[in-house]
């Protein structure tokens, strides 16, 4: 119940985020749709960082139709700047330059034996979520699903990792233009990850998954971290494939609407933050976002 009224929520303020402020609606809206999944899909290998230019020299592959194989600088976001590293394989998309330098978005960096895992996990996942069926809901007591992602330095972490940990986890994604949802729970991911620190828990890990994995790359969760001034020694972003992150939602009891137009920066969603102990159980959960930092810190041993 308290989920659908935060999707009715949810819903209303995106109807006046579309008809609000801008004109061309329409137009804006398509533009939007298109800004995922503009550009030339290319694949590449870095040469050199050019962190001072914020730039990455790359030697890319043929674009069929486009461009032939060639060593070119483009512009790329702080996150991907951040992670890239000489030798890295990317796929991205590349978009025509405006002012003589072109630029790289959708940086997916590509690693076999990263990949590889990732890929697996995202396998067993569905065969998990599949095989549970109408019990793919995860409740309070319960294991914490397995799963390998990518962080927000483009390494995998499966979880694994964080055993022996205790983890407070939620969902939310980079654009999300809703002050009330994902800003808010980012922000009390914060003060929680800092209540935590104050009352001396010792082994707190704090995780957002992205709800956007078409838009939210590695670098994209590195950036919004870094503008945030996030600390991320105990705090990780994590993407990945989408079938991933959808049967990862089913089994957290987290509503969000994939399926909507590819490109959309608008997700419809639910918001649900977690509890995990550090046996990897679900210790406690709360839907919506009128939870209390204080009281998940109270909910952590120490
Ligand atoms: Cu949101």
């Not at 503009?38 to 870095?46: E, F, I, K, Y």
């Not at 990455?56 to 992670?83: K, N, S, W």
């Not at 909507?260 to 920066?265: C, Q, T, V």
């Amino acid at each position: 119940m308290i989920r659908m009224t935060m999707a009715v929520t949810a819903l209303g303020a995106l109807a006046l985020v579309g008809t609000g402020c801008r004109p061309g609606g329409a137009a804006r809206g398509n533009a939007a749709a298109e800004e995922a999944t503009r550009g030339h899909p290319v694949t590449g290998r870095v040469v050199a960082v050019m962190a001072e230019r914020g730039t990455l020299l790359v030697d890319h592959d043929e674009i069929p139709g486009y461009m032939p194989r060639m060593t070119m600088e483009f512009h790329v976001g702080q996150g991907d700047l951040a992670i890239a590293k000489e030798g890295a394989e990317l796929r991205a998309r590349l978009i025509e330059a405006e002012n003589g330098i072109f630029r790289l978005e959708g940086i997916w960096w590509q690693d076999a034996v990263a990949d590889s895992t990732v890929r697996q996990a995202a396998e067993r996942l569905r065969e998990d979520t599949q095989l549970r069926g109408r019990s793919a809901y995860r409740e309070v007591g319960e294991n914490l699903p397995d799963f390998a992602l990518y962080t927000h330095n483009g390494e995998v972490a499966q979880a694994a990792r964080w055993r022996g940990k205790q983890i407070l986890l939620n969902f939310i994604y980079t654009r999300c233009p809703i002050a009330t949802m994902c800003p808010l729970a980012t922000s009390k991911m914060m003060e929680a990850q800092e209540k935590a620190r104050e009352a001396g828990v010792p082994n707190l890990e704090l995780v957002s998954i992205t709800l956007d994995p078409e838009y939210d790359t590695p670098g994209v969760l590195r950036e919004y971290a870094e503008a945030r001034g996030i600390d991320t020694s105990n705090f990780t972003f994590l993407t990945g494939p989408e079938s991933a992150i959808r049967d990862l939602l089913k089994q957290f009891g987290v509503l969000s609407e994939l399926d909507g137009p590819k490109g959309s920066p608008l997700i419809r969603h639910t918001l649900t933050t977690l509890l995990i102990d550090e046996t990897g159980k679900i210790a406690w959960r709360a839907d919506g976002s009128n939870w209390s930092p204080a009281e998940f810190v109270g909910k952590m041993k120490r």
